[in-house]
């Protein structure tokens, strides 16, 4: 049984910080690409973090680039996400997604991704 819990929503004030815990069983967890996305009200869900397999590169998309930071833990099988400088429009219900992959480059559209969390709200507001 694939299950990947996301942990460490909750509110933050504008230019505040948060860290996002994935953690991952029922797969190897060091052949899987993990992703971040998130999903504001009436908006599309949007990848924006993501790292590979083996050599675990990381990719970021432009708003978020310089301020989040994802990065594996192999023992504890858990991804992270670490947000600073936080603004209001990173206001979302953040997900973390998992897929096999042998790659070096990751995607940032859901529809690669297999498995997938729960989700956990993050609120930027002062």
């Known amino acids: 049984q694939v299950q990947l819990v996301e942990s460490g929503g909750g509110l933050v004030q504008p230019g505040g910080s948060l860290s996002l815990s994935c953690a991952i069983s029922g797969v190897t967890f060091e052949i899987y690409a993990i992703a971040w996305f998130r999903q504001a009200p009436g908006q599309t869900r949007e990848g924006i973090a993501c790292i590979t397999a083996g050599e675990q590169r990381t990719f970021y998309v432009d708003p978020v680039k310089g301020r989040f930071t994802i990065s594996p833990d192999n023992a504890k099988k858990t991804a992270y996400l670490e947000m600073k400088m936080l603004k209001p429009e990173d206001t979302a219900v953040y997900y973390c997604?998992?897929?096999?992959?042998?790659?070096?480059?990751?995607?940032?559209?859901?529809?690669?991704?297999?498995?997938w969390g729960q989700g956990t709200q993050v609120t930027v507001s002062p």
């Open positions: 997604a998992a897929e096999r992959s042998s790659g070096t480059t990751c995607p940032h559209f859901q529809s690669w991704y297999s498995y």
